[in-house]
């Protein structure tokens, strides 16, 4: 099934660039957040290809309606896409958006590819087989998150979401931690990929997100041996309320423990 999701994520990832590349109208949802032709022109290739795929699994989108929890919470496994991740990156030209497909069982990420248009790449996680790949060129190879170093970290932060937090956690790092500190803004969900890579060791994420903000790359993650958790150090449960907004949480590349308490220490009252 990879090699099918590979190929479904770059049809979608042709469907944006054409509209990328071209003079593109932009519009705004209820929430006022974007959208353009290019997510409704990923949202409807994905979705016609997973049908192909396997009628049977229901598919939940960032650009469809969605359904009454009296339907979904019967779901054990579901497709949960967002077809144009970063649609603000898109709209600035600045080549920060991907393409997130995943798919739920039983309430987690068990499968994951997120592509990147822009750099004709796409990450996979196959998190049963903790199997984490990126596909760039034509080849693929594996991909793993990098051991905690006690004496440096690297924080990778959103570049329209940013949060005095992320200030807090560095400055606790240096002062109480003796850690030296690198920050880096990035869009989109390419922040945790990034970190399944193993170029960067925490993302903290405070405010609402919603679930196919998040499920493809944390798939991506959890096969690299990352983790992602909400701020009490718990797992991330998907589909489990009426509501599919996330709370606040982080994702890290290693000894997710450590995180927990630097971030309960950092931030005693988060809000």
Known sequence: MIEELVRIAEIAA????????????????????PVTRADLAAHRAIVQE????????????????LPEFSIRKSWQRYWLIDPLDGTR?????????????????????????????????????????RKAMKRASGTMHSIGTRKRRRSRATLVESRHNTTPANEVIADYLVAKQQVSVDRTQMGSSLK???????????????????????????????AANGDLRMLGGYPKKYNEQESVLNSSFFACGDDPNYW???IADA???PG
Not at 51 to 63: A, F, G, K, T, Y
Not at 196 to 211: C, H, N, V, W
């Open 14 to 33: 042709e469907e944006i660039l054409d509209i990328y590349h071209s003079n593109f109208e932009v519009k705004s949802k209820s929430d006022e957040s």
């Open 267 to 269: 931030l005693p009252n």
């Open 89 to 129: 990156n898109f709209v600035e030209r600045n080549d920060e958006f991907t393409v997130n497909i995943a798919l739920i069982q039983d309430g987690v990420p068990v499968l994951g590819v997120v592509g990147v248009p822009t750099l004709e790449c796409v990450y996979i996680g196959d998190v049963a087989s």
């Open 50 to 65: 997973l049908r192909q795929l396997d009628p049977s699994i229901p598919i939940l989108s960032e650009e469809s309606t």
């Open 192 to 222: 945790i990929c990034v970190i399944a890579e193993g170029q960067a060791d925490l993302y903290l994420r405070m405010g609402l997100t919603s679930e196919w903000d998040i499920a493809a790359a944390s798939a991506v993650l959890l």
């Open 260 to 262: 927990t308490r630097v």
